[in-house]
């Protein structure tokens, strides 16, 4: 069994969601994972206490979370000592379209930060008209309608790809277990691959 940090920034709850799922499927597979907001992460959480780190991010007006460019450059050193991998979650790759968009903002953070990780995934974001004030409602409803003219923007749409999610928790565990040399039991990798939505 290996520990994994999950540290992530969240704008509006969708990364947070995904941090949480990752953590399940790492914790089906017999790994002790924990899940922790950036902007809220305690003043004596240490990366040295864990085996392997996975860190998200969303994008917000083409930006990763600030709390997020922290954390990894406080923890560069201790990054790369050990597994790690990266997430981030964007509307840009909601779409074939956007994806070189989303590609270009995993590039800048990777350049600005110095970080190597491991693994790198990019997952659909969420548009939650329902938590929208007034006027965000009204500007995220004319941007979709110029990207995505066929978006039904009068009820919260959902992007994440929840399979997505899952393989890459699991790749990345496979990737530590392979590492580290840390063995899980064959009955919680088997459990873990068959998960399905």
Request: glycine residues 8%; hydrophobic residues 40%; proline residues 3%.
């Amino acid at each position: 069994m290996s520990s994994f940090l999950v540290c992530y920034g969240t704008g509006e709850g969708q990364t947070a969601r995904i941090a949480d799922r990752i953590v399940d499927a790492l914790g089906e597979r017999g790994h002790d994972a924990t899940a922790v907001d950036a902007a809220d992460r305690p003043a004596d959480l240490d990366v040295e206490d864990f085996d392997a780190v996975l860190v998200g991010s969303s994008i917000h007006a083409g930006k990763h979370q600030s709390e997020v460019v922290a954390f990894v450059e406080a923890n560069r050193e201790a990054l790369a000592e050990r597994p790690t991998a990266f997430f981030q979650v964007s509307m840009s790759s909601a779409t074939e379209e956007g994806a070189a968009q989303a590609a270009g903002y995993v590039e800048s953070f990777l350049g600005d930060t110095g970080w190597h990780p491991d693994r790198i995934a990019q997952f659909g974001g969420a548009l939650r008209f329902s938590e929208f004030g007034f006027l965000k409602r009204l500007l995220v409803r004319q941007v979709m309608n110029r990207e995505m003219p066929d978006l039904d923007t009068s009820e919260d749409v959902e992007f994440t790809d929840w399979q997505a999610v899952d393989d890459f928790a699991n790749d990345v565990a496979a990737f530590v277990e392979g590492r580290l040399g840390h063995t899980v039991p064959d009955a919680a990798v088997s459990e873990a691959g068959d998960r399905s939505e």
